[in-house]
Each structure stands twice: as structure tokens, then as C-alpha cells.
């Protein structure tokens, strides 16, 4: 059983100190990502191939999201499906729910 961490980012993810730890823990978590703008960084591995270009309070968003879930559930480990942005730990940060 694992848990599967979609993101819809603009590009790399924030933090990635901080997301490192999902990303070797491969025996609990698969990571997704669907990113708006290409990007080189440890994370690039985790990206879908089939992207959409999104805006901003758009239906493309949604359209992303369904992407991200629709390739997190063709793996069969994965139980839980949890949708996050890049900037999931700078916000959770800035108000003061996790220090670092």
C-alpha cells in the first residue's frame, strides 16, 4: 500500500530538501508530478509525459489534476491520492504549521 503525491507546479518543486525523504522512501510513496514550465533537477524523473498548458482559475487545472490522478492510478500499490502544490511547505511554513 502505498500513497501517491500528485503536484501541479509551475516548474521544480520548492523545498526539496524537505520532499527528499517522500522521494527515497520508495516502499511508502510514488511521486507525480505535472509541471507548466521544464525544469533539470532530481525531481525531473517524476514528471508525466502527457502535460496540458493551465491557467490560472481555469478548467485546465482541473484537467491537470485528473492527468496526475489518472497515471498515480494505474499503479496498483497506490491507495491514497493526495493532490499538493510546489509551494505546499513554503505555506505551510510561513504560517507557522512546520518550522525549517
Known amino acids: 500500500m502505498k500513497i501517491a503525491l500528485c503536484f501541479l507546479t509551475y516548474g521544480d518543486l520548492s523545498k526539496q530538501e524537505l520532499w527528499k525523504p517522500f522521494a527515497d522512501a520508495t516502499d511508502k510513496y510514488n511521486i507525480y ?3 507548466k514550465y521544464n ?3 532530481t525531481f ?6 502527457q502535460v ?3 491557467r490560472w482559475g481555469h478548467i485546465s487545472l482541473v484537467k491537470a489534476s ?3 490522478f489518472e497515471e498515480a492510478y494505474k499503479n496498483v500499490e497506490n491507495k491514497y491520492f493526495i493532490l499538493l502544490s510546489h509551494w505546499f511547505f513554503s505555506k505551510m511554513i510561513s504560517l507557522g504549521f512546520i518550522t525549517g
Open 33 to 35: 508530478i505535472h509541471n
Open 39 to 41: 525544469f533539470n533537477s
Open 44 to 49: 525531473n524523473k517524476y514528471c508525466i509525459k
Open 52 to 54: 496540458i498548458p493551465t
Open 66 to 68: 485528473l492527468l496526475l
